[in-house]
């Protein structure tokens, strides 16, 4: 069974960092790429982080040069660090893995975790 556990969330003032961890289970992680979401309150879900198997990442272009996703495949654990928070990066952040089966590609997701930025 394939699980995702996410921690790190909680609140922080603006310009403040946080970093989140999310440990992947059942022998998935060596061939997944692994992302970051998020969704605030009344919008939908967005694209944060992704980094793939080997390494690369990309980044939506409202967190580029503030966020650092990162992946230890040891550890069967991916991160994101959250730096120069703002107000608007407010929102429940996701963990997902995209596995790479032989015909398909599986999605799975963790539970979330709340991230929330106020002064």
């Known amino acids: 069974q394939v699980q995702l556990v996410e921690s790190g969330g909680g609140l922080v003032q603006p310009g403040g960092s946080l970093r989140l961890s999310c440990t992947a289970s059942?022998?998935?992680?060596?061939?997944?790429?692994m992302g970051w979401y998020r969704q605030a309150p009344g919008k939908e879900r967005d694209l944060v982080a992704t980094i793939s198997i080997g390494g690369y990442t990309n980044y939506a272009d409202s967190v580029k040069g503030r966020f650092t996703i990162s992946r230890d495949n040891a550890k069967n654990t991916v991160y994101l660090q959250m730096n120069s928070l703002k107000p608007d990066d407010t929102a429940v952040y996701y963990c997902?893995?995209?596995?790479?089966?032989?015909?398909?590609?599986?999605?799975?997701w963790g539970q979330g975790t709340q991230v929330t930025v106020s002064a």
């Open positions: 997902n893995a995209k596995v790479f089966r032989s015909r398909r590609i599986d999605d799975y």
């Open positions: 059942g022998s998935i992680f060596s061939n997944s790429v």
